[in-house]
């Protein structure tokens, strides 16, 4: 799936200011598919970037960051860390929350979540809060996620 030609950082940037100006200690980590990292990317190049980006579940994350954009100065200030996750990954998370949380997400919440399970290891025993919005999924794209998810 590919997602529209301007997105980026607009939920991470705004939730990421609110909770550092009432607790400038958290740490905010954010999540993108390895296919389509384009915030990421422009975050660790200090500019807007191109990347070549490929298929990805997360459509709600896909696409690039529009030039003169607000949020990329945001990001760069105020996310501490960049979680990057595989298809695969993905499509595990969204199994994950389906099986043992009855919940439906979609594939960028899956993101979140998948980057929440991988970090949650290396950071063992500390409080962590994963932002896990929307389950605007295709039931095609649920069952191939599925599938995939299954397999592994």
Known sequence: MTGPAGVGGGLI????????SALPGVRIIGASPV????????????QVVQIDARPTISDGTAGGVEEGSITLPLCTELVDEWVLVTESEIHSALR?????EHQLIEGAA?????????TARS???QAMV???CGANISSAALTRAL???AAT
Do not use: E, P, Y
Request: hydrophobic content about 60%.
């Open 130 to 132: 994963i932002v896990s």
């Open 13 to 20: 940037s705004g939730v990421g200011a609110v909770i550092k």
């Open 147 to 149: 599938v995939s998810a």
């Open 123 to 125: 950071h063992g025993g």
């Open 35 to 46: 296919n389509d990292a384009a915030m990421a990317a422009s975050v660790q190049a200090g």
């Open 96 to 100: 994950f929350m389906i099986d043992t």
């Open 110 to 118: 899956a993101v979140a979540i998948a980057a929440g399970l991988r």
